[in-house]
């Protein structure tokens, strides 16, 4: 307390304090380098009214040496070269220069880019300056096109593409609505590694005529040139079902892989990036005195809850033969009947039906509503009877309006 600066603040601000930082140890490098050059040792005191440094230095020069001190690793740095040239010539021990340590590898998986056949994409391609766009859709020479467009397919079968591009940029002057030129000039940029002009060509081509078997093939070859996966599937398989070529094929089927790697990819990213399930137990209900497990339907039951909590019906579940009969009969209330004979199990029955339903209505044998699978009680009217003496005629009457059914025939 009480000093200029404290260590954590000269860390955290060390590039706006270096400059001054700097000029003190090279003030007190050339005070003490003065000394030295004038005497074979250091005075043990300087006078009293000699003053080497004003307070500010002072302060500096303390919070450079409780800077380094601190962080003696920056003796090693480029700027305080000088200073760690000087406390050598002194005798002095430098703290060994730490190895660059690399950063620990990212634990998240997905930050590394899946797998992709790369092949023939090009990633340093040249543009071209001089592209020739044409006038598509306009008036032009046919038959001049035609020529051209002839001579440099030429060209490019004996490997001239170059001079090949020269002839097509003429030829698209004279196209009008021809795809043929765009089509073979996409081919040309292809092969002369510039897949952005032979996506542009192609898509000319394709404007013109959309059944262009040649443009579909070779602006989906641009697009694999340029991993733009999806469109070249779509380029290349349209291309196949116009005209099958086994080149085609091996470059769609490149494509195909690398989008599925694609999909799978960014789907585990989105897998990892949504937070995981909470965990929830299912509910496997309350645990009776014996072990017996109630059913989740009957644990959140209120009344068997309270069932529960009497000493007679925990005691009787105790009993291996009522505890047997008692799941038989939550799993299936009609075996009620089946334990009703059992004096020791009717007994205990009884006692459940009076808690869980009052004691009457319901299933047979008083079942009640509480009890799961039991029917609710309630007094249902007597059920109506048909008079044995009414006849079909009668009711046929009846429903027709008629006095008697023999008016209906």
Same mark, same amino acid.
């Given at each position: 307390?009480?000093r200029?600066?404290?260590?954590?603040? &000269?860390?955290?601000?060390f590039q706006?304090? $270096?400059?001054?930082?700097?000029?003190?140890?090279?003030?007190a490098?050339?005070?003490?380098?003065?000394?030295?050059?004038?005497?074979?040792?250091?005075?043990?005191?300087?006078?009293? /009214?000699?003053?080497?440094?004003?307070?500010?230095?002072?302060?500096?020069?303390?919070?450079?040496?409780?800077?380094l001190?601190?962080?003696?690793? $920056? $003796?090693?740095?480029?700027e305080?070269?000088?200073?760690?040239?000087?406390?050598?010539?002194?005798?002095?021990?430098?703290?060994?220069?730490?190895?660059p340590?690399?950063?620990?590898?990212?634990?998240?998986?997905?930050?590394?880019?899946?797998?992709?056949?790369?092949?023939?994409?090009?990633? *340093?391609?040249?543009?071209?300056? *001089?592209?020739? +766009?044409?006038?598509?859709?306009?008036?032009?020479?046919?038959?001049?096109? #035609?020529?051209?467009?002839?001579?440099?397919?030429?060209?490019?079968?004996?490997?001239?593409?170059?001079?090949?591009?020269?002839?097509?940029?003429?030829?698209?002057?004279?196209?009008?609505?021809?795809?043929?030129?765009?089509?073979?000039? &996409?081919?040309?940029?292809?092969?002369?590694?510039?897949?952005?002009a032979?996506?542009?060509?192609?898509?000319?081509?394709? /404007?013109?005529?959309?059944?262009?078997?040649?443009?579909?093939k070779?602006?989906?070859?641009?697009?694999?040139?340029t991993?733009?996966?999806e469109?070249?599937?779509? /380029?290349?398989?349209?291309?196949?079902?116009? *005209?099958?070529?086994?080149?085609?094929?091996?470059?769609?089927?490149? &494509?195909?892989?690398?989008?599925?790697?694609?999909?799978?990819?960014?789907?585990?990213?989105?897998?990892?990036?949504?937070?995981?399930?909470?965990?929830?137990?299912?509910?496997?209900?309350?645990?009776?005195?014996?072990?017996?497990? $109630?059913?989740?339907?009957?644990?959140?039951?209120?009344?068997?809850?309270?069932?529960?909590? *009497?000493?007679e019906?925990?005691?009787?579940?105790?009993?291996?033969?009522?505890?047997?009969?008692?799941?038989?009969?939550?799993?299936?209330?009609?075996?009620?009947?089946?334990?009703?004979?059992?004096?020791?199990?009717?007994?205990?029955?009884?006692?459940?039906?009076?808690?869980?339903?009052?004691?009457?209505?319901?299933?047979?044998?008083? #079942?009640?509503?509480?009890?799961?699978?039991?029917?609710?009680?309630s007094?249902?009217?007597?059920?109506?009877?048909?008079p044995?003496?009414?006849t079909?005629?009668?009711?046929? +009457?009846?429903?027709?309006?008629?006095?008697?059914?023999?008016?209906?025939?």
């Open positions: 307390p009480g200029p600066c404290a260590v954590s603040s &000269c860390f955290h601000s706006e304090q $270096l400059p001054g930082l700097l000029r003190a140890l090279q003030l490098f050339q005070v003490y380098s003065t000394l030295l050059l004038t005497s074979s040792s250091l005075p043990a005191a300087l006078p009293l /009214d000699t003053a080497i440094m004003d307070s500010s230095q002072q302060a500096s020069l303390l919070a450079a040496v409780e800077l001190q601190a962080q003696p690793q $920056l $003796l090693h740095t480029p305080l070269a000088f200073f760690s040239e000087y406390l050598q010539s002194l005798g002095a021990n430098l703290p060994p220069k730490a190895s340590t690399a950063e620990p590898a990212a634990e998240d998986e997905m930050s590394t880019a899946p797998d992709l056949d790369t092949t023939d994409v090009v990633l *340093d391609e040249v543009t071209v300056a *001089d592209y020739v +766009a044409g006038n598509p859709g306009q008036a032009g020479d046919r038959e001049a096109c #035609m020529g051209l467009a002839s001579s440099a397919r030429q060209l490019l079968n004996s490997g001239k593409v170059a001079d090949a591009i020269d002839l097509l940029n003429q030829a698209v002057l004279k196209a009008g609505d021809s795809a043929r030129p765009y089509a073979l000039r &996409c081919q040309a940029y292809v092969l002369s590694h510039q897949p952005s032979a996506i542009r060509d192609g898509t000319v081509a394709l /404007d013109l005529n959309p059944d262009s078997g040649a443009a579909l070779w602006r989906g070859r641009a697009y694999l040139m991993q733009q996966w469109l070249a599937v779509k /380029d290349l398989a349209a291309a196949n079902q116009l *005209d099958y070529n086994e080149d085609v094929s091996t470059w769609l089927k490149q &494509c195909k892989a690398n989008v599925k790697a694609l999909t799978e990819h960014q789907r585990q990213r989105q897998q990892a990036s949504q937070p995981p399930p909470t965990a929830t137990a299912a509910p496997t209900g309350a645990t009776a005195p014996g072990g017996f497990k $109630l059913p989740p339907n009957m644990a959140n039951n209120p009344m068997v809850a309270g069932l529960m909590q *009497d000493p019906v925990v005691t009787a579940l105790q009993d291996p033969e009522v505890m047997e009969a008692f799941q038989a009969i939550v799993a299936n209330p009609m075996s009620f009947f089946q334990y009703q004979s059992n004096p020791k199990v009717a007994a205990v029955t009884k006692k459940l039906m009076a808690k869980l339903g009052g004691g009457g209505g319901g299933m047979p044998g008083g #079942m009640g509503a509480g009890f799961p699978g039991g029917m609710p009680a007094s249902a009217p007597p059920p109506t009877t048909t044995a003496a009414e079909f005629s009668s009711r046929t +009457a009846d429903r027709y309006g008629v006095d008697d059914a023999d008016e209906l025939d």
